[in-house]
């Protein structure tokens, strides 16, 4: 049931982003969602006002809780670019030193850890290889990894760390388990 509303919703969303636009009328007719496939979402009426079904598509397009929209960037929340460049270069200047000495310690074909461009890209040899960078218009960092895929990473002030809110997990701790995973031997990134 809950899969035939998310496509039915999915439906109408085009025809609801159009209808909102600016330069669109100040109510939409009746006939625009009586069709059968729209019907159900809405008690019939001869018009119905553009304010009301503005308010049901910014609750349908733009959930009002992170939680619901874990992707969502709140623009007052963004680190000031000053203090994002410092957390994020200190975060991947110290990744770069930890795993260059890991490294050292592990016997892996390929084994290579660079940095340019403030991108830092680790090879694994066969295994694969992870590129880590600053994405500052989101002040995030972003992670390929070949065992998760690709994450973006948000500064959580309370944990003091950069955390994927989608899984809440930590960049460290991610790096930590699948490297340990990768090349049979632990390493410590904290």
């Known amino acids: 049931m809950a899969s035939s509303c998310s ?7 085009k025809p609801l982003c159009r209808a909102l636009k600016p330069n669109s009328s100040s109510t939409i007719q009746r006939s ?8 159900y979402l809405l008690e019939p009426s001869d018009t119905i006002s553009s304010s009301l079904l503005s308010e049901l598509s910014r609750s349908y397009c733009s959930p009002s809780s992170p939680l619901q929209d874990p992707s969502a960037i709140d623009n ?21 030193d930890k795993l260059e000495e890991y490294g050292d310690s592990v016997d ?26 600053k994405q500052t218009p989101n002040r995030q960092i972003w992670m390929s990894s070949p065992v ?40 410590d990134l904290s």
Not at 7 to 13: E, I, V
């Open 32 to 39: 625009f969602l009586s069709t059968s496939t729209h019907k």
């Open 108 to 133: 892996i074909d390929g084994f290579d850890v660079d940095y340019g461009n403030e991108v830092l890209t680790l090879k694994l040899g066969s295994l694969g290889t992870y590129v880590i960078n």
């Open 7 to 13: 496509r039915k919703l999915l439906l109408l969303r």
């Open 76 to 96: 007052r929340f963004l680190l000031p670019e000053d203090e994002y460049h410092r957390l994020a270069n200190a975060t991947i200047h110290d990744l770069q």
């Open 148 to 187: 998760s895929g690709p994450s973006r990473f948000d500064w959580d002030q309370n944990s003091k760390g950069w955390v994927y809110r989608r899984t809440k997990a930590n960049l460290v701790k991610v790096l930590e388990e699948e490297l340990e995973k990768l090349c049979g031997s632990a390493i």
